[in-house]
């Protein structure tokens, strides 16, 4: 199902017009408002920082972007669901915004968006972080800890103060890492498609996926590597400075 790009949630941070801007791709659970933490305002110091401008969007059902009718029905995504996001659903956001090769910054299924993107598209370069190649048994033990949290604890809590529909954010997402159809989801060959420079950074706490993902990430470019420690799954809220600087560090040695 196609939807329109002027049914999400969007957010604009001023930058240089001669940069690449930067566009922000949220996780399985994110927001345009889950990017930040109260210490900081994490892509407005990542624009300030390299003096780029940004694009962040709340992807279909996240967010304050309009809802998903019947997630768990009629309109349950389906295991290339990434696939479209990163080949359909944002190549039109970009036309829409006048964006031409960005600089593509993702954590987790918003990473593996990003990768799939500059597997096909244009872009300057890619950030991936914490990104999921492919369905591991670690990934989907957090994720059913995640549903039994949601449903017996105060996850959907947590949750309802960043989406506008807390159940379609939670379901649409729970539910295709869960099902049958999704174990065979595996990016690593089209990830050889990509040309342009990738920085990959993982914690090496992630209890959603192994080192492995950053380690066998292999394209027809530079892969900077990069492994951070006293982080889990989201190196911009538990390492903000350092994810920051690596970021700033990469992009101003771009040609």
């Keep these: 199902m196609m939807f329109s790009c002027s049914a999400l949630e969007v957010k604009e941070i001023a930058g240089s017009s001669t940069l690449a801007p930067l566009v922000f791709l949220h996780e399985g659970l994110g927001s345009v408002a889950m990017w930040s933490s109260r210490s900081m ?3 407005l110091a990542v ?12 992807r279909l059902g996240y967010g304050k972007s309009d809802t998903i009718p019947d997630v768990r029905g009629a309109h349950r995504l389906g295991p ?15 036309k ?3 964006i031409e090769q960005p600089v593509l910054l993702g954590h987790s299924d918003g990473a593996t968006i990003a ?13 991936a972080m914490a990104p999921h190649l492919w369905v591991e048994d670690i990934s989907l033990r957090s994720i059913t800890a995640a549903k039994k949290a949601f449903e017996t604890g105060d996850l959907r809590q947590k949750l309802s103060r960043y989406h506008a529909d807390v159940d379609a954010a939670f379901w649409q997402w729970n539910d295709v890492w869960l099902s049958d159809a999704f174990r065979s ?3 690593r ?3 050889q498609d990509i040309t342009t420079p990738v920085l990959a950074m993982q914690g090496v706490d992630d209890m959603y996926g192994s080192l492995r993902h950053i380690e ?8 900077q590597r990069e492994v951070l420690p006293d982080c889990g799954h989201s190196p911009h809220r538990d390492q903000p400075t350092q994810s920051l600087e690596l970021v700033t560090h990469f992009l101003k040695h771009l040609p």
């Design 185 to 187: 989801f595996d990016i």
């Design 47 to 58: 624009c300030h920082a390299t003096g780029r401008a940004g694009l962040l969007y709340s």
């Design 80 to 94: 290339d669901y990434m696939h479209r996001e990163a080949w359909d659903v944002l190549p039109a956001l970009l």
């Design 216 to 223: 066998e990430l292999q394209t027809q470019g530079h892969v």
């Design 96 to 98: 829409t915004h006048g």
């Design 189 to 191: 060959q089209t990830c």
């Design 115 to 127: 990768l799939l993107h500059a597997a096909r598209y244009t872009v300057t370069a890619t950030i």
């Design 41 to 43: 305002d994490w892509p």
